[in-house]
């Protein structure tokens, strides 16, 4: 599942894309520098967003919390539950990762594809919050998804994220597959993992 993701944009394009939706976003702990990452991974501290009952607000928090095992759980399966809006958070990013094991048995490194939103550089991955961390949220995967894995975390455009954050619709309604062609694919090749390829679906 995603273990690495990507954000590049800085705050005041997250402020504009929250102005558009007409969503006030506060900053508990003032405007933060966010620097622009092209690999966040599990246990990086990162920006979120959380409702706090009259406006969003950004925070940072840590990927993954412990499980009952040690291990950290930095994805959480969607389907069946239901999530307090105390606890749901939005993950800001403008791309996310999935790998899979490469054709040619001799390549030891797998293949790294980077998914994006076409016409959004901006969206959010639908998370909850707990121990002070966060979990990205997932779900079956939609088609453009299922060539790569067999789950998805699920992606919200602007348009979404407030029927997350303030549960105004059910869960069901707002955590589902991301439909054909909301999602564009490219292969990541190259040491530094920077230089997309494009490989058509």
Same mark, same amino acid.
């Given at each position: 599942?995603?273990?690495?993701?990507?954000?590049?944009?800085?705050?005041?394009? @997250?402020?504009?894309?929250?102005?558009?939706?007409?969503?006030?976003?506060?900053?508990?702990? +003032?405007?933060?520098?966010?620097?622009?990452?092209?690999?966040?991974?599990?246990?990086?501290?990162?920006? !979120?967003?959380?409702?706090? +009952?009259?406006?969003?607000?950004?925070?940072?928090?840590?990927?993954?919390?412990?499980?009952?095992?040690?291990?950290?759980?930095?994805?959480?399966?969607?389907?069946?539950?239901?999530?307090?809006?105390?606890?749901?958070?939005?993950?800001?990013?403008?791309?996310?990762?999935?790998?899979?094991?490469?054709?040619?048995?001799?390549?030891?490194?797998?293949?790294?594809? @980077?998914?994006?939103?076409? +016409?959004?550089?901006?969206?959010?991955?639908?998370?909850?919050?707990?121990?002070?961390?966060?979990?990205?949220?997932?779900?079956?995967?939609?088609?453009?998804?299922?060539?790569?894995?067999?789950?998805? !975390?699920?992606?919200?455009?602007?348009?979404?994220?407030?029927?997350?954050?303030?549960?105004?619709?059910?869960?069901?309604?707002?955590?589902?597959?991301?439909?054909?062609?909301? @999602?564009?694919?490219?292969?990541?090749?190259?040491?530094?993992?920077?230089?997309?390829?494009?490989?058509?679906?």
């Amino acid at each position: 599942m995603c273990n690495d993701y990507r954000f590049r944009a800085p705050a005041e394009q @997250l402020i504009d894309e929250f102005r558009q939706i007409r969503i006030p976003l506060v900053f508990p702990a +003032g405007i933060p520098n966010i620097e622009p990452r092209d690999d966040i991974r599990i246990r990086d501290t990162a920006p !979120v967003v959380r409702w706090n +009952g009259e406006a969003a607000e950004l925070v940072q928090a840590p990927w993954a919390w412990a499980g009952p095992t040690g291990k950290p759980v930095f994805n959480f399966r969607s389907e069946g539950r239901r999530f307090a809006p105390a606890d749901r958070v939005l993950i800001p990013a403008d791309g996310f990762y999935e790998f899979t094991t490469p054709a040619d048995p001799k390549q030891k490194r797998k293949d790294k594809w @980077l998914f994006t939103v076409p +016409g959004h550089p901006i969206f959010a991955i639908a998370g909850v919050m707990k121990q002070g961390a966060f979990s990205m949220l997932t779900t079956a995967p939609g088609p453009d998804m299922s060539p790569y894995h067999d789950r998805q !975390v699920v992606v919200l455009k602007p348009d979404a994220w407030s029927a997350w954050l303030t549960a105004e619709r059910p869960e069901a309604e707002v955590l589902v597959p991301s439909p054909a062609g909301d @999602l564009a694919v490219e292969a990541v090749v190259g040491p530094a993992g920077l230089e997309p390829a494009t490989r058509p679906l």
